[in-house]
């Protein structure tokens, strides 16, 4: 594999940092907002994949993905929240599960002494709905959409923090609490 092709998926994911500042000046919900929203979503999606396949994952890799996941939802809820009504229990909720993912992250650092947030299936799940959660706020009913999203991201934080207060090593990859012996026995 040539020099250049190897760095594609560092590449994406650094574009994706870039189009997530871009949607802080574009029209919201104009063509230009759809076409770099939808930009930010399939480099999310094909990044890892594409790391994988070439097997040229990388601990920087995986950091610009969880900085540009990180970076793509802040800029949403910027965009977002001033257009929503949201029951003040859901409002709550909201700000546990943030509450929670924090915890994760400072367990995370005091324990591997670095910036880490997993790959696991349930976090790429709620990052799925919360992805497509723009394109049905105006079609579904917001509180049982943010429900749905809640209780899945819930689950997803939980998992999270669990793994990291459980797990010795730092796998970033890991699937899931319940694959943790397996992803061990990849990684060792």
């Not at 590449?11 to 919900?29: D, H």
């Not at 002494?113 to 997993?118: G, S, Y």
Request: charged content about 15%.
């Amino acid at each position: 594999m040539g020099p250049m092709k190897r760095h594609i998926p560092n590449i994406l994911s650094g574009l994706r940092i870039l189009l997530a500042i871009m949607l802080t000046v574009i029209e919201p919900f104009s063509t230009e907002f759809w076409l770099t929203y939808v930009i930010c979503g399939l480099s999310d999606m094909v990044d890892g994949y594409i790391a994988r396949k070439t097997n040229t994952t990388s601990k920087l890799g995986a950091l610009l993905d969880s900085i540009a996941d990180m970076l793509l939802l802040s800029v949403m809820l910027i965009i977002f929240v001033p257009l929503l009504t949201l029951p003040i229990g859901l409002i709550v909720w909201i700000a546990a599960i943030g509450v929670i993912r924090l915890v994760a992250v400072v367990t995370a650092y005091w324990k591997y002494h670095t910036f880490a947030i997993l790959h696991t299936y349930a976090n790429k799940l709620v990052g799925l709905l919360l992805f497509i959660f723009p394109f049905l706020y105006k079609i579904m009913d917001v509180t049982i959409l943010g429900t749905i999203i809640c209780i899945i991201a819930s689950i997803s934080a939980i998992e999270e923090l669990a793994i990291h207060v459980t797990s010795d090593t730092l796998i970033r990859d890991i699937k899931g609490i319940g694959l943790m012996n397996l992803d061990m026995k990849k990684k060792g």
